[in-house]
């Protein structure tokens, strides 16, 4: 077996390396390229699952907001069809880290990148995957093969983890400060290390079994060095020449790579490939079901097409060609995206009837941990709260009558709900950076003629199609492949329910939204592309903001409200994607022209403390 072992790494160096090029240098390039990959099914053999972690499951405080920990278990780890990472169950079970220092799937390691360590439960976490993390085993819809595969849920971008003192907070659909570029990097680093027969030998092993026969070994081998030189091909291909900006800790260029996943790598048209330039902070979904369109722009109205869509972004597999299924099969399980994920996020009643939110509430501020609120200086911000009517975009606060009998609800729908209006502002009012809804707004997309989407221009095979209006249609198209695909095919009615009782639109408007602060505390950091630390930043003039600063460290500062500064990622805010510009409060010199952006007067400290103050109670 060592033989045929080192004859397939001497095959694989040359396609990776050449007979010159440095090992070292390409490992960081093939890194880069796992994100682009939907390669390998699963390979058999045992499976590794029952291996002891080397950290322990950290004791998390959850704040009450409404789920019980069934729901929440169940929100970490149900699969939505996703295979995310381009390896095997077994494979990933079994990797050591890049160091060599342990498995890769230890939580110890894990919770470095930003994941959550979750209880091994038999029934929604057998693995003892981290949170957001699960295993989706099934059929791909492309070939008919198994696959086997680790994919990621809602919960590994939306759940929100800070520390103060000895204390750790965990909140349910808050952002994550994970660091999914690091992860993918580093898990590249691995296995390529893997290639060595030092470490492939043990890796084998947990793999196949130690009893495996060496043919085995030998086709488990090919198989990494087969997944290795993919990636530095693909990436070779999709070279971005530096273009793209380094997303870190709690940032995602969600709409980019959804849109590079679906029409690039889904599709298999590397020409439909872009940068990543307009990473975005992972935003908080409470409430959000509620709202009358979503996403930072407030681009898409219906909630099945944002959550179909978003699985296919951390690849769900879909077939697009002739093949084992019909066109538009995908792995997606769209009747548990509306009634175990989106129904518990909404809860079971209209706000309206009792105006209050159920399902998935905004946290409270816990001032048992956090320290008590100064409820006089909090009286003071909420005067200045309607004085400077941070009210007349975000709306009353969702505590007070004028939040649920004002004309902010949409008149009831034939299902008999209601939608809170939110206020789309410019972007040349609020001077935030414009890339998210730029980017939407410009991007084109090659779209096979034979998937027969309306509109685009061009006659031949492809036709160019706007971004937003194309992935409408492709995901509709999944969905209604789903639906029909049901034994009996899914009524009308039903489909209307699971969709949410909304139509699938689809906008690009240059400006963002502006949701209701109830929560505000726990979202750092702020703006839509997370480029200001802290709510003390935030109210403060512009030259007072920090123009860089680290993300990664996880304790919580109460006086300024949000992390303290550190960590492994600097965000720089000169990059444009990453500006710090707009949504400013401050006062202008004496004629002197105020600075774009600029939505309310200059606020002394002592008022910045008491509208914060407020801020906490919401």
């Given at each position: 077996?060592?033989?045929?072992?080192?004859?397939?790494?001497?095959v694989a160096?040359?396609?990776?390396?050449?007979r010159d090029?440095?090992?070292?240098s390409?490992?960081?390039r093939?890194a880069?390229a796992?994100?682009?990959?939907?390669?390998?099914?699963?390979?058999g053999?045992c499976d590794?699952?029952?291996?002891e972690?080397?950290?322990e499951v950290?004791q998390?405080?959850w704040?009450?907001?409404?789920?019980s920990?069934?729901?929440?278990s169940f929100?970490?780890h149900?699969?939505?069809g996703t295979?995310?990472l381009?390896?095997?169950t077994?494979?990933f079970l079994?990797?050591?880290r890049?160091?060599?220092?342990?498995l890769?799937?230890?939580?110890a390691?894990?919770?470095?990148?930003?994941?959550?360590?979750s209880?091994?439960?038999?029934?929604?976490?057998?693995?003892?995957?981290?949170?957001?993390?699960?295993?989706?085993?099934?059929?791909?819809?492309?070939?008919g093969?198994?696959?086997?595969?680790i994919?990621f849920?809602?919960?590994?971008?939306?759940t929100?983890r800070?520390?103060?003192d000895?204390?750790?907070?965990?909140?349910d659909?808050g952002?994550a400060?994970?660091?999914?570029?690091?992860?993918?990097?580093?898990?590249?680093?691995?296995?390529?290390?893997?290639?060595?027969?030092s470490?492939?030998?043990?890796?084998?092993?947990?793999?196949l079994g130690?009893d495996?026969?060496?043919a085995?070994?030998?086709r488990l081998?090919?198989?990494?060095a087969?997944?290795?030189?993919?990636?530095?091909?693909s990436?070779?291909?999709?070279?971005?020449?530096?273009?793209?900006?380094?997303?870190g800790?709690?940032?995602?260029?969600?709409?980019?790579?959804?849109?590079?996943?679906?029409f690039?790598?889904g599709m298999?048209i590397?020409?439909?490939?872009?940068?990543?330039t307009a990473?975005?902070a992972?935003p908080h979904?409470?409430?959000?079901?509620?709202?009358?369109w979503v996403?930072?722009n407030?681009?898409i109205?219906?909630?099945m097409?944002?959550?179909a869509?978003?699985?296919?972004?951390?690849?769900?597999?879909?077939n697009?060609n002739?093949?084992?299924t019909?066109?538009?099969?995908s792995?997606?399980?769209?009747?548990?995206?509306?009634d175990?994920?989106?129904s518990?996020?909404?809860?079971?009643?209209q706000?309206?009837?009792?105006?209050?939110?159920t399902g998935?509430?905004s946290p409270a501020?816990?001032?048992e941990?956090?320290?008590p609120?100064d409820?006089e200086?909090?009286?003071?911000?909420a005067?200045?709260?309607?004085?400077?009517?941070?009210?007349?975009?975000h709306?009353?606060?969702?505590?007070?009558?004028?939040?649920?009998?004002?004309?902010?609800?949409?008149?009831?729908?034939?299902?008999?709900?209601?939608y809170?209006?939110?206020?789309?502002?410019?972007?040349?009012?609020?001077?935030?950076d414009?890339?998210?809804?730029?980017d939407?707004a410009?991007?084109?997309?090659?779209?096979?003629?034979?998937?027969?989407?309306?509109?685009g221009?061009g006659?031949?095979?492809?036709?160019r199609?706007?971004?937003?209006?194309a992935?409408k249609?492709v995901?509709?198209?999944?969905?209604?492949?789903?639906y029909?695909?049901q034994?009996?095919?899914?009524?009308?009615d039903e489909?209307?329910?699971?969709?949410?009782h909304?139509?699938?639109?689809?906008?690009?408007?240059?400006a963002?939204?502006?949701?209701?602060?109830n929560?505000?505390w726990?979202?750092a950091?702020?703006?839509?592309?997370?480029?200001?630390?802290?709510?003390?930043?935030?109210l403060s003039?512009y030259?007072?903001?920090?123009?860089?600063?680290q993300?990664g460290n996880?304790?919580?500062?109460?006086?300024n409200?949000?992390?303290?500064?550190g960590?492994?990622?600097?965000?720089?805010?000169?990059?444009?994607?990453n500006?710090?510009?707009?949504?400013?409060?401050?006062?202008?010199?004496?004629?002197a022209?105020?600075?774009?952006?600029t939505?309310?007067?200059?606020?002394?400290?002592a008022?910045?403390?008491?509208?914060?103050?407020?801020?906490?109670?919401?």
């Amino acid at each position: 077996m060592a033989r045929g072992i080192r004859g397939s790494a001497r095959v694989a160096g040359t396609m990776l390396f050449g007979r010159d090029a440095s090992p070292a240098s390409a490992s960081l390039r093939i890194a880069g390229a796992l994100a682009a990959f939907t390669v390998l099914g699963s390979l058999g053999g045992c499976d590794p699952g029952g291996n002891e972690q080397s950290g322990e499951v950290a004791q998390l405080v959850w704040l009450d907001q409404g789920w019980s920990p069934q729901v929440r278990s169940f929100y970490h780890h149900q699969s939505q069809g996703t295979v995310t990472l381009p390896i095997p169950t077994s494979w990933f079970l079994a990797l050591e880290r890049p160091d060599g220092r342990g498995l890769f799937s230890d939580i110890a390691y894990l919770d470095t990148f930003g994941f959550i360590a979750s209880p091994r439960d038999p029934q929604s976490n057998p693995e003892g995957l981290p949170i957001g993390l699960t295993r989706t085993v099934g059929t791909d819809p492309r070939n008919g093969g198994p696959i086997d595969r680790i994919g990621f849920t809602c919960a590994a971008c939306h759940t929100g983890r800070i520390e103060y003192d000895d204390t750790t907070i965990a909140i349910d659909g808050g952002p994550a400060l994970v660091n999914l570029g690091e992860f993918r990097k580093q898990l590249g680093e691995s296995l390529k290390r893997t290639l060595r027969p030092s470490v492939f030998a043990p890796f084998a092993d947990r793999v196949l079994g130690p009893d495996h026969s060496p043919a085995q070994g030998v086709r488990l081998h090919n198989a990494v060095a087969r997944l290795v030189a993919q990636g530095l091909l693909s990436l070779l291909q999709n070279q971005d020449h530096g273009r793209s900006i380094e997303e870190g800790f709690g940032r995602l260029d969600a709409l980019n790579r959804i849109g590079n996943q679906v029409f690039g790598t889904g599709m298999g048209i590397a020409a439909n490939n872009v940068p990543i330039t307009a990473p975005v902070a992972f935003p908080h979904i409470w409430d959000t079901s509620w709202f009358d369109w979503v996403q930072y722009n407030s681009s898409i109205e219906q909630p099945m097409v944002r959550n179909a869509g978003e699985a296919m972004g951390v690849v769900a597999l879909v077939n697009y060609n002739d093949g084992p299924t019909p066109r538009f099969t995908s792995t997606i399980p769209i009747r548990r995206l509306h009634d175990n994920i989106e129904s518990q996020l909404a809860g079971p009643r209209q706000p309206t009837q009792d105006n209050r939110f159920t399902g998935l509430r905004s946290p409270a501020w816990p001032e048992e941990i956090l320290g008590p609120i100064d409820r006089e200086l909090a009286a003071r911000g909420a005067e200045l709260y309607r004085e400077l009517r941070c009210q007349g975009c975000h709306l009353p606060a969702p505590d007070t009558e004028a939040f649920w009998t004002g004309n902010h609800w949409l008149p009831a729908n034939a299902a008999g709900e209601r939608y809170l209006r939110l206020n789309l502002i410019p972007i040349r009012t609020i001077g935030t950076d414009p890339a998210q809804a730029e980017d939407l707004a410009n991007r084109t997309v090659l779209v096979p003629a034979a998937l027969g989407i309306p509109g685009g221009t061009g006659t031949g095979s492809l036709r160019r199609h706007p971004f937003g209006d194309a992935l409408k249609h492709v995901v509709e198209r999944v969905m209604d492949r789903w639906y029909d695909s049901q034994t009996p095919p899914t009524p009308p009615d039903e489909r209307n329910r699971l969709n949410g009782h909304r139509p699938n639109n689809v906008r690009s408007p240059l400006a963002y939204k502006a949701r209701p602060l109830n929560g505000i505390w726990a979202t750092a950091p702020f703006l839509h592309n997370g480029s200001v630390p802290t709510l003390w930043a935030l109210l403060s003039p512009y030259g007072e903001r920090p123009t860089s600063f680290q993300l990664g460290n996880r304790r919580f500062d109460p006086v300024n409200v949000g992390y303290v500064n550190g960590g492994a990622f600097t965000l720089n805010t000169a990059i444009p994607g990453n500006r710090n510009t707009g949504h400013l409060f401050e006062t202008a010199a004496a004629g002197a022209p105020g600075r774009p952006g600029t939505i309310g007067r200059g606020l002394s400290p002592a008022e910045r403390r008491a509208l914060i103050e407020y801020l906490k109670t919401l």
